[in-house]
């Protein structure tokens, strides 16, 4: 009874600029961190991005500097807005959401279907 919902991506010239969102809904408590990551075909899942609950982020070396992830003002949102998108920059970004969940659950990772991104000229 989770759903994470992104949208967002799309095609971009290199040095432009795009905003992933992703929303959690559900029989949720709290979000303890949410995040994002890409995966390009036949290699692993990476972390670009994550964020706490308490407002901690980290990120990947490679997009330091140019992507910055926030909370949204609705619940169990977050944001991924990316500048200066280079080529090697492509890829498919998975939503990944680590939830309390209501009713004494444990805790669960939860994953969105993914979004397209392509910086290309």
């Known amino acids: 009874q989770v759903q994470i919902v992104e949208s967002g991506g799309g095609l971009v010239q290199p040095g432009g600029s795009l905003r992933l969102s992703c929303a959690a809904s559900?029989?949720?408590?709290?979000?303890?961190?949410m995040g994002w990551y890409r995966q390009a075909p036949g290699k692993q899942r990476d972390l670009v991005a994550s964020?706490?609950?308490?407002?901690?982020?980290n990120y990947a070396d490679s997009v330091q500097g140019r992507f910055t992830i926030s909370r949204g003002n609705a619940k169990n949102t977050i944001y991924l807005q990316m500048n200066s998108l280079k080529p090697e920059d492509t890829d498919i970004y998975y939503c990944?959401?680590?939830?309390?969940?209501?009713?004494?659950?444990?805790?669960?990772?939860?994953w969105g279907q993914g979004t397209q991104v392509t910086v290309s000229s």
């Open positions: 990944n959401a680590v939830l309390d969940l209501t009713w004494g659950r444990p805790r669960s990772s939860y």
């Open positions: 559900g029989s949720i408590f709290s979000a303890y961190a």
């Open positions: 964020i706490t609950g308490s407002g901690a982020t």
